[in-house]
């Protein structure tokens, strides 16, 4: 038996309905299987700016620090968009990334059979599509010495891009430890004809795949033809792992490959503790009450969970089966129904609910 305390963060917009549907199946994993699992809710985002003036209370870091692994919804939305404010919702995702260090963000792409025609590309191109990309997660441009200055009376602004051997050494390891237990193929994705820290970022993944994984498939992708690839041969590729910024354009890029936001989990991972585990989708606050929201992407980031900080492979998979039944019995929620017939979030739950018996 497990015992696990899971913090749920449902913050903004439909963060709220889908983490509660992703907590009941939870839930029912662990009955199914023995474990228990506790789940409590904490603040963050837009809603803990409402209560605590605050988008990341520190009750919600204390809780996410003495937790096993943590689940959250979705932050932002209209309300806190003012540009003037002395705080927005999307600083408290970034910030409890930072409070729990985590570096490695992973997220998987994978089509589904009964969903591929709903892919802006042809199905010959993206069915089998099956990828796992780890983006780094704390380096890069995002965070390096940045400003603006004046100089002759015209103003510039700079971001500066720096990246250190053991962030580039621990992100790799990563992902050449999933390669093994996947199809056995790393691509790195760097820029070293033009940038210096890709010239770093390549030595270094060179060197630790050669010594540490000679056992795996390792090749080297320009990030502009990554691009390309993605849209022309997405099968073709494994693990792919990359900078934070190239990881952000290329996940949103392949993200398009299944044909809905509402399928696609992710994960954020550091050295040891507890993982972060959301879908990708947004907070879309259009839809928000509304009880249409597809929750199959947080209930798969559950999946997630089960796999990556609760080491329970079984249960994970167990939940993976369960949504691909329920996508082949025709369940559709209305973002992936196509103008056919729709079902709401707590039906499309209860599909999987009924799935996992």
């Not at 994993?29 to 409402?50: N, P, R, T």
């Not at 993200?255 to 936001?261: A, D, H, K, Q, V």
């Not at 606050?285 to 597809?294: C, T, V």
């Amino acid at each position: 038996m497990v015992k696990a305390k899971i913090v749920l963060l449902p913050g903004d917009g439909i963060g709220p309905e889908i983490v509660a549907q992703a907590a009941r199946v939870l839930l029912a994993i662990g009955q199914k299987f023995g474990h228990d699992f506790q789940c409590e809710e904490h603040l963050i985002g837009g809603i803990a700016i409402d209560t605590h003036g605050d988008p990341l209370p520190a009750a919600t870091i204390a809780a996410c620090k003495a937790s096993d692994a943590v689940l959250l919804g979705a932050v932002g939305g209209p309300k806190w968009d003012d540009p003037t404010a002395k705080t927005r919702p999307e600083a408290g995702l970034l910030g409890i990334r930072k409070a729990m260090g985590l570096f490695a963000n992973l997220r998987p792409i994978q089509t589904y059979p009964e969903l591929v025609d709903a892919s802006p590309l042809k199905r010959e191109i993206v069915e089998g599509t099956d990828i796992l990309f780890f983006r780094e997660l704390t380096g890069g441009i995002y965070f390096g010495p940045s400003g603006r200055t004046t100089k002759n009376g015209i103003e510039e602004a700079y971001a500066t891009e720096v990246y250190s051997v053991p962030e580039v050494e621990r992100i790799v390891r990563l992902a050449a430890a999933a390669a093994r237990n996947r199809r056995g193929r790393v691509t790195s994705v760097d820029k070293a004809n033009v940038l210096e820290p890709s010239r770093l970022w390549r030595q270094v993944a060179a060197r630790v795949m050669k010594n540490e994984f000679p056992d795996v498939g390792y090749d080297v992708v320009l990030v502009d033809s990554m691009a390309m690839h993605l849209i022309s041969r997405p099968r073709d590729f494994d693990v792919v792992v990359t900078s934070n910024m190239f990881g952000d354009i290329l996940t949103d890029e392949a993200s398009m490959l299944p044909g809905s936001l509402g399928m696609l989990p992710s994960a954020s991972i550091g050295a040891d503790g507890p993982g972060l585990y959301e879908p990708i989708h947004g907070s879309a606050p259009d839809i928000a009450g509304k009880g249409i929201a597809n929750p199959l992407a947080t209930i798969l980031a559950a999946a997630m969970m089960l796999r990556y900080s609760l080491r329970q492979e079984s249960e994970a998979l167990a939940i993976e089966s369960a949504v691909k039944r329920v996508l082949a019995s025709g369940a559709r929620t209305q973002d992936i129904c196509r103008g056919g017939p729709s079902i709401s979030t707590i039906v499309m739950t209860d599909r999987v609910l009924q799935e996992l018996g």
